[in-house]
């Protein structure tokens, strides 16, 4: 008989989280990855395009990969060669790098964004076939604490990697320090996902067989969220809260237009961040079973960190302003996704997930309207505020949501 809740797989799933974070790190939007789009490009057009290609190839599949999903009984098999295609995607971004480099900048941000775009397009698949997972090893009650120890775990990982990533980039010069930043991420994402891929995974109960085309699936698909008023709210809600990404991406420009930026400060941003999310979820997400006000509190810490960079000018101030990223980051990641697995039923579980992540994904579209606004002569206070306005009709919705739970 299986069992639910088994502490191999609670373990397998924190390793996963754990050699995840520590590759990732290395292009966290809100630090890293700006700055090397920068140093191959001056527009922040362009940092604000690359950002959202580290997740808009998402958009696009979601509702394919549930289209398929839905009738399978188990998804490891196929989330196995997720991991493989997503792995090839992030060591080539390091490749091109090393082998192209300043030579060519337009081909190596080239080669850059097709990396970035087929890592989130291939994510598109992984997400739907991730939560269904989850929903199917982790119960109701302990799914939240598995999701706070993966984030505890991933943050861990994320200081550590902030601070080999402060002594590469101050050891060797851009841009050969990307690139050996990638591609030595991509082996330690390799073991990450060698590890997830040998969980174990019970077969599904309740499917639906698949529809005849999928243009039917999608027009199906459509009339199960018209008629789930909940579902619509909730969409609104997260794709409202995704709005802090107008700001982040251009959060460590401003930083360096008011200092200059070395390596180890650069490192040391990142593991603030990253210690803000232990402490988030050691001592409170972890303790919040309710998803609803789990959101709503993580929107209103993401408001307070820019009200601080707003008037952010030294070092301490900006160090506040990525300790609360860390705190509101992991209370974002939790709560949007149990809040779809609660009130999705099972058979239609990959349908709910597949239409809240992809309707919300059009969230990561943010940092181009953000660049875009930066490029025609807008300040970043400007911005700021556009942002803090956004997050503050998130927060009311949020407060809407259990009315129609």
Same mark, same amino acid.
């Not at 069992?3 to 989280?17: E, G, L, V």
């Not at 939007?29 to 920068?38: M, R, Y």
């Not at 990450?192 to 969980?199: E, K, L, R, S």
């Not at 601080?308 to 996704?337: E, H, K, P, Q, R």
């Given at each position: 008989?299986?069992?639910?809740?088994?502490p191999?797989?609670?373990?397998?799933?924190?390793?996963?989280a754990?050699?995840l974070?520590?590759?990732?790190?290395?292009?966290?939007?809100?630090?890293?990855?700006?700055?090397?789009?920068?140093?191959?490009?001056?527009?922040?057009m362009?940092?604000?395009?690359?950002?959202?290609?580290?997740?808009?190839?998402?958009?696009?599949?979601q509702?394919?990969?549930?289209?398929?999903?839905?009738?399978?009984?188990?998804?490891?098999?196929? #989330?196995?060669?997720?991991?493989?295609f997503r792995?090839?995607?992030?060591?080539?971004?390091?490749?091109?790098?090393?082998?192209i480099?300043?030579?060519?900048?337009?081909?190596?941000?080239?080669?850059?964004?097709?990396?970035?775009?087929?890592?989130?397009?291939t994510?598109?698949?992984?997400?739907?076939?991730f939560?269904?997972?989850?929903?199917?090893?982790?119960?109701?009650?302990?799914?939240?604490?598995?999701?706070?120890?993966?984030?505890?775990?991933?943050?861990?990982?994320?200081?550590?990697?902030?601070?080999?990533?402060?002594?590469?980039?101050?050891?060797?010069?851009?841009?050969?320090?990307y690139?050996?930043?990638?591609?030595v991420?991509?082996?330690?994402?390799?073991?990450?996902?060698?590890?997830?891929?040998?969980?174990d995974?019970?077969?599904?109960?309740?499917?639906?067989?698949?529809?005849?085309?999928?243009? #039917?699936f999608?027009?199906?698909?459509?009339?199960?969220?018209?008629?789930?008023?909940?579902?619509?709210?909730?969409?609104?809600?997260?794709f409202?809260?995704?709005?802090?990404?107008?700001?982040m991406?251009?959060v460590?420009?401003?930083?360096n237009?008011s200092?200059?930026l070395?390596?180890w400060?650069?490192?040391?941003?990142?593991t603030?961040?990253?210690?803000?999310?232990i402490?988030?979820?050691?001592?409170?997400?972890r303790?919040?079973?309710?998803?609803?006000?789990?959101?709503?509190?993580?929107?209103?810490?993401?408001?307070v960190?820019?009200?601080?960079?707003?008037?952010?000018t030294?070092i301490?101030?900006?160090?506040?302003?990525?300790?609360?990223?860390?705190?509101?980051?992991?209370g974002?990641?939790?709560?949007?996704?149990?809040?779809?697995?609660?009130?999705?039923p099972?058979?239609k579980?990959?349908?709910?997930?597949?239409?809240?992540?992809?309707?919300?994904?059009?969230?990561?579209?943010?940092p181009?309207l953000?660049?875009?606004? #930066?490029?025609?002569?807008a300040?970043?206070?400007?911005?700021?505020?556009?942002?803090?306005?956004?997050?503050?009709?998130?927060?009311?919705?949020?407060?809407?949501?259990?009315?129609?739970?």
């Amino acid at each position: 008989m299986y069992k639910i809740d088994n502490p191999k797989n609670n373990y397998k799933n924190i390793s996963h989280a754990f050699f995840l974070a520590l590759a990732i790190t290395i292009a966290e939007p809100s630090t890293i990855l700006p700055l090397i789009i920068h140093h191959f490009s001056q527009s922040v057009m362009i940092v604000g395009l690359f950002v959202s290609l580290l997740r808009v190839g998402a958009i696009v599949i979601q509702l394919y990969a549930a289209f398929h999903a839905q009738e399978y009984k188990r998804v490891l098999p196929y #989330l196995r060669k997720v991991f493989f295609f997503r792995f090839l995607s992030w060591f080539s971004i390091g490749a091109s790098i090393y082998f192209i480099g300043d030579s060519n900048k337009s081909l190596t941000l080239f080669f850059i964004g097709l990396g970035l775009f087929f890592f989130s397009f291939t994510a598109g698949f992984g997400a739907i076939y991730f939560k269904e997972l989850q929903a199917k090893i982790f119960s109701k009650n302990y799914r939240g604490t598995a999701m706070a120890n993966r984030q505890v775990a991933g943050s861990i990982a994320s200081i550590a990697s902030g601070v080999v990533a402060g002594y590469v980039l101050e050891k060797f010069q851009a841009p050969l320090s990307y690139a050996y930043l990638f591609m030595v991420s991509g082996v330690i994402m390799g073991i990450g996902f060698f590890i997830f891929a040998t969980v174990d995974e019970p077969p599904k109960e309740k499917t639906l067989t698949k529809e005849k085309s999928f243009k #039917l699936f999608v027009k199906n698909s459509f009339a199960t969220l018209k008629s789930d008023k909940r579902l619509q709210v909730q969409i609104i809600t997260i794709f409202l809260s995704f709005s802090y990404l107008l700001s982040m991406p251009f959060v460590i420009l401003n930083a360096n237009s008011s200092f200059k930026l070395n390596g180890w400060m650069l490192g040391g941003f990142i593991t603030i961040q990253m210690l803000g999310s232990i402490i988030g979820s050691t001592f409170l997400w972890r303790k919040i079973k309710d998803y609803e006000k789990m959101l709503s509190l993580s929107i209103t810490l993401m408001i307070v960190a820019f009200l601080i960079a707003f008037f952010a000018t030294n070092i301490y101030t900006y160090g506040l302003v990525f300790l609360l990223f860390g705190f509101a980051l992991d209370g974002f990641s939790n709560s949007n996704m149990n809040l779809v697995i609660e009130i999705a039923p099972e058979e239609k579980r990959p349908i709910y997930t597949a239409l809240q992540t992809n309707l919300t994904s059009f969230g990561y579209l943010f940092p181009i309207l953000g660049g875009v606004i #930066l490029n025609f002569g807008a300040n970043f206070h400007l911005v700021y505020i556009m942002t803090i306005t956004l997050l503050l009709v998130a927060l009311w919705f949020s407060r809407r949501l259990k009315l129609y739970g």
